[in-house]
């Protein structure tokens, strides 16, 4: 584990898609992390982003000690496995249908 001052957008992407395992409180990250196909242990007792849940990748250990060691440990020693790329948020697509759809009822 490193402990590093806050990166940029792209490089802090880049060291997620790398990561066998993030662990944070935000709430971008638990959006983003599932379509890396990472397992994130949040650091909250809730969460508004429940889709997240539902892939199985993200579990929610709030501010235990106990919690967060053990889905770390089950994570980091095979009892929490990877699961597919979870895009729960859209498949990235939006733009090109919405151009699709203007397309197809402009005058033009």
Known sequence: MQLIEPLEYLPFVRLMAEAELILTDSGGVQEEAPSLGKRVVVLRDETERTEGLETGLIRLAGTDPEK???????????????????????????????????AAHSPL
Not at 79 to 97: F, T
Request: glycine share 12%; hydrophobic share 50%.
């Open 68 to 102: 967060v060691v053990g889905f770390a440990l089950d994570a980091l020693e095979g009892r929490w496995p990877l699961a597919d790329r979870a895009d729960v948020y859209g498949d990235g697509r939006a733009s090109e249908r919405i151009i699709d759809a203007i």
